[in-house]
């Protein structure tokens, strides 16, 4: 057991009139209650990277740029 839980531990013990189980019991309650905190939602980032073509779905990008010669779509290169 780490020293500051057993500390805190004794603390409670002494304060409260705590058995040890008891104490460690209340420790954990609060730690479990504790942890609850609201985190933003997830917001993706985006960038304007100058793509002249959809890419919202990949698998159509992939077969436009399999069909055209070199990997050029509309004067876009693919890398190769």
């Known amino acids: 057991?780490?020293?500051d839980v057993a500390a805190e531990m004794e603390r409670?013990?002494?304060e409260h009139g705590l058995?040890?189980?008891e104490a460690l019991n209340l420790l954990a309650r609060r730690g479990m209650a504790g942890g609850k905190t609201r985190h933003e939602p997830y917001r993706h980032r985006t960038?304007?990277?100058g793509v002249?073509?959809?890419v919202s779905n990949i698998g159509e990008v992939l077969d436009q740029l399999d069909d055209e010669p070199n990997g050029i779509v509309d004067g876009d290169v693919r890398d190769q």
């Open 1 to 3: 057991m780490a020293d």
């Open 12 to 14: 409670l013990r002494r």
């Open 19 to 21: 058995g040890p189980s």
């Open 47 to 49: 960038a304007d990277v």
């Open 52 to 54: 002249r073509i959809g």
